[in-house]
């Protein structure tokens, strides 16, 4: 006799959301470990990362990430709607998620859009090595806080979807 539990849809499409945003939070570790140093650390002559025919740009990349975890994330919300609990939790993080998101609209994708514009030359400009450094450190804080949203939403897993409404 098979002994298995089957989780509602509602917890597991939260789940699905953390998941989602779990791996969503790892490519923006790793591209702010691994690349953010490496252009910001001496620009012009650091941003040849961003150079043609082999430049990175990873718009494509976060345009398709962000969209597919927010319509997860959405879906999860729909799910919960009636837990009451989950749904006022949900919704918090999604406030979150969505003034870090406009921050990045408004700050991060224009600021990098043109750095990525600037002819690579073999100096080093001082002021464009200060606006980078800001960049980055706001990319820091911005990172952090899309992890911790992401962790906010785990509690919400413990919540019992009956009699919530």
């Given at each position: 006799?098979?002994?298995i539990y089957q989780y509602p849809r509602a917890t597991q499409w939260l789940f699905y959301s953390i998941c989602?945003?779990?791996i969503?939070?790892?490519?923006?570790?790793?591209?702010?470990?691994?690349?953010?140093?490496?252009?910001?650390?001496?620009p012009?002559?650091?941003?040849?990362?961003?150079?043609k025919p082999?430049?990175?740009d990873f718009k494509v990349f976060w345009i398709i990430t962000h969209g597919i975890h927010e319509l997860i994330f959405i879906t999860a919300l729909v799910f919960n709607w009636n837990v009451k609990k989950r749904r006022n939790l949900i919704l918090l993080i999604l406030a979150g998620h969505i003034a870090v998101r406009a921050w990045t609209l408004?700050?991060?994708a224009p600021a990098i859009i043109e750095f990525?514009?600037?002819?690579?030359?073999?100096t080093v400009d001082v002021f464009l090595q200060q606006k980078a450094a800001h960049w980055r450190n706001l990319n820091y804080i911005r990172v952090a806080i899309f992890f911790v949203l992401n962790l906010l939403l785990i509690p919400g897993l413990k919540?019992?979807?009956q009699n919530n409404a």
């Open positions: 006799m098979e002994n989602a945003y779990f969503m939070n790892g490519a923006q570790v790793w591209e702010t470990v691994l690349m953010v140093p490496a252009w910001t650390a001496a012009p002559a650091s941003l040849i990362f961003f150079q082999y430049g990175l408004m700050y991060f990525q514009a600037l002819p690579c030359t073999n919540i019992k979807e």
